[in-house]
């Protein structure tokens, strides 16, 4: 398996560096594996292991310990919930329901169209403007309502 191309590797090579110890760049090799496929799976762990010369029982532990890795494939909106304390008292858990509801699956499924998936999730560092979610690991919609929540999800399905 060569799940790098030449470029990417230059990259793999560029993180090392900076450690004294490859095992040091396990996490951002993870984090490019999981941008490039969209989650991490157990060819790819392997491939890792191979890479940076890390057993894949480590390589495993380390992907199944850290949340934000992807074990499964994820949809294309990867729409992760926030229900901890502001995001609870705010209608986090009303935002969950809502979303399990209409797309008719539950926590870490995916839509059988590969649009959507639902997580509900710990603290996303954003209690000031609760209630929220992140989509994709990347933007935050902030202040949501179940009808804004809504809108959005009928948006990522009208832009696909």
């Known amino acids: 398996m ?3 191309n030449e470029e990417e590797l230059k990259k793999v090579e560029e993180i090392k560096s900076r450690y004294p110890q490859a095992q040091a760049a ?3 090799v993870l984090w490019m594996v999981q941008e490039k ?3 991490i799976s157990e060819e790819s ?3 890792v292991g191979d890479l940076l010369k890390i057993n894949y029982e ?3 532990g380390v992907v199944t310990f850290y949340t934000m890795f992807n074990k499964q494939p994820r949809g294309k909106y990867h729409l992760q919930i926030c229900t901890n304390v502001s995001c609870m008292l705010r209608g986090g ?3 969950y329901k809502y979303a399990s509801e209409k797309l008719g ?3 870490n499924e995916t839509t059988k169209d590969g649009l959507f998936t639902i ?3 710990e603290c996303l560092g954003s209690c000031g403007t609760a209630p929220m979610i992140q989509v994709n690991n990347k933007e935050y919609y902030e202040n949501l309502s179940v009808e804004s929540f809504g809108k959005l999800i009928e948006d990522f399905k009208n832009s696909h």
């Open 2 to 4: 060569s799940l790098f």
């Open 26 to 28: 396990l996490l951002p």
């Open 37 to 39: 496929e969209g989650w």
């Open 45 to 47: 762990m392997r491939y």
């Open 58 to 60: 480590h390589i495993l």
């Open 93 to 95: 858990y009303d935002l």
């Open 105 to 107: 699956i539950s926590n």
């Open 119 to 121: 997580e509900e999730v």
